[in-house]
């Protein structure tokens, strides 16, 4: 059944992918459309290498793991993975911001592919910790540069613009995995290695469909168009100081958050691998949970402009645990429909960290999503390293419980955002 499906939408984004290659150069807004559903297609074919790892985790600590060890190993994995993948955004946020090229992207999406489907054939740890170091690059490299780019080539709906970019690669992370696996579990995971293909072949085409505008405007206001004459670029301090306060608040929040889904999605696998789940029953309930955070990002870009900013991120941080915690202590139907619920819940809030931070830091938004999507992935992920330590100390049972509870202490810190704007209205003309 995958194998067809995997045919048929070969066949129609290689169809549409041709469609999008006539007049690259037309500066109208039909060309900035289409530019953006190449970026979004593009993010879902590097997301779905971004999350092999959680798939192939259990399969890699039967390998090279020691019993004893299997999910301090684990942490490490993550910790090596998120240094590359989200602290290295901050570099290439800031690389972006001076050199507007799109080989960025190629470089993103080829080094993610080539990383990440060579780890089943890595012969050790330390081999294991260099493709991941590859493909994190990779993730770094095209993710600022790219969301900032999503949000421009929206428009004048640039929170629903930058939400279904999110979305696109979230559908990536959930999907991609599923159809990259099918052959690997079927007929043995020495095939990892052909399913770099795809991601090869759209690195190639990333320089040949996009061609950025160089008078698109990139900077960030509450709806998308600026309201004012362009301004020339200030220093990076300059225009961060004087809101050192939210900027930290925002960064806080988006990496303890991630702290509980990098957590979920990397521990869940190992301990539905100890509770005897198959692989492909395994996979399939890792696909879910990273689908319901694609849902959540996508309903956040429809909500953000309706209903008050800082309800939203209230009810996404007290709203989760409980649902989460719900799905770690039922089994069968419930615990899917906790488990993707409470994803939905804590991931509507993403979108809205990294449009703030992108308003705080006007000028300079590709650090700002670099701060918001790769440094703060990057501290949820070593902050994952302990996580596997005290799971190999006191079982994953009693460390998963705590992990899903985390969102509640970030709650009392949103009386700290009252100041900044509210996404729901309109910029001041």
Request: charged share 5%; glycine share 8%.
């Given at each position: 059944m995958y194998s067809t499906i995997h045919i048929i939408l070969i066949l129609i984004e290689t169809r549409y992918l041709f469609r999008l290659m006539e007049n690259p150069q037309n500066p109208s807004k039909a060309s900035s459309r289409k530019q953006f559903y190449f970026l979004t297609l593009s993010h879902t074919v590097l997301d779905s290498y971004a999350t092999l790892l959680s798939h192939l985790q259990p399969l890699l600590?039967?390998?090279?793991?020691?019993?004893?060890?299997?999910?301090?190993?684990?942490?490490?994995?993550?910790?090596?993975?998120?240094?590359?993948?989200?602290?290295?955004?901050?570099?290439?946020g800031w690389l972006s911001d001076r050199l507007q090229t799109v080989h960025f992207l190629t470089i993103g999406v080829a080094f993610s592919a080539i990383g990440l489907s060579l780890l089943w054939l890595a012969p050790s740890v330390n081999v294991v910790y260099l493709l991941l170091a590859i493909g994190g690059i990779g993730i770094a490299a095209f993710h600022p540069q790219a969301t900032t780019y999503a949000g421009a080539l929206a428009s004048e709906d640039r929170g629903l613009g930058t939400s279904i970019f999110l979305t696109g690669g979230n559908v990536g992370r959930a999907l991609g995995p599923l159809v990259l696996m099918f052959i690997p579990y079927r007929f043995g995971l020495k095939y990892l290695v052909w399913e770099m293909i795809p991601g090869l072949l759209v690195a190639f085409l990333v320089p040949k469909v996009l061609r950025f505008e160089k008078r698109l405007d990139l900077t960030a206001t509450t709806r998308g168009t600026p309201n004012e004459a362009p301004r020339p670029q200030e220093?990076?301090?300059?225009?961060?100081?004087?809101?050192?306060?939210?900027?930290?608040?925002?960064?806080?929040?988006?990496?303890?958050?991630?702290?509980?889904?990098?957590?979920?999605?990397?521990?869940?696998?190992?301990?539905?691998?100890?509770?005897?789940?198959?692989?492909?029953?395994?996979?399939?309930?890792?696909?879910?949970?990273?689908?319901?955070?694609?849902?959540?990002?996508?309903?956040?870009?429809?909500?953000?402009?309706?209903?008050?900013?800082?309800?939203?991120?209230?009810?996404?941080?007290?709203?989760?645990?409980?649902?989460?915690?719900?799905?770690?202590?039922?089994?069968?139907?419930?615990?899917?429909?906790?488990?993707?619920?409470?994803?939905?819940?804590?991931?509507?809030?993403?979108?809205?960290?990294?449009?703030?931070?992108?308003?705080?830091?006007?000028?300079h938004e590709n650090i700002a999503?670099?701060?918001?999507?790769?440094?703060a992935w990057g501290v949820g992920g070593l902050l994952n390293k302990i996580v596997g330590d005290l799971g190999d100390q006191f079982g994953l049972p009693i460390v998963l419980d705590g992990l899903v509870m985390l969102p509640l202490v970030l709650a009392p810190l949103l009386l700290l955002l009252r100041d900044q704007p509210d996404l729901s209205k309109p910029a001041p003309q």
């Open positions: 600590l039967t390998k090279l793991a020691t019993v004893g060890a299997r999910n301090s190993l684990a942490g490490n994995f993550v910790a090596i993975y998120s240094v590359f993948s989200s602290f290295g955004q901050i570099v290439f220093p990076l301090w300059t225009v961060a100081s004087p809101r050192m306060l939210p900027l930290i608040i925002l960064f806080i929040i988006a990496a303890l958050r991630t702290v509980t889904l990098t957590g979920l999605e990397t521990f869940l696998s190992v301990h539905l691998d100890d509770q005897n789940y198959s692989d492909q029953v395994r996979s399939l309930v890792i696909a879910l949970f990273i689908f319901a955070g694609s849902m959540g990002i996508m309903s956040s870009g429809w909500l953000m402009s309706r209903v008050n900013t800082y309800v939203l991120l209230l009810v996404s941080l007290l709203g989760a645990p409980p649902l989460l915690y719900a799905s770690l202590h039922t089994d069968g139907f419930s615990f899917l429909a906790f488990l993707f619920f409470g994803n939905v819940v804590l991931t509507s809030s993403i979108t809205i960290n990294i449009i703030l931070a992108q308003m705080i830091l006007r000028g999503s670099g701060l918001m999507m790769g440094a």
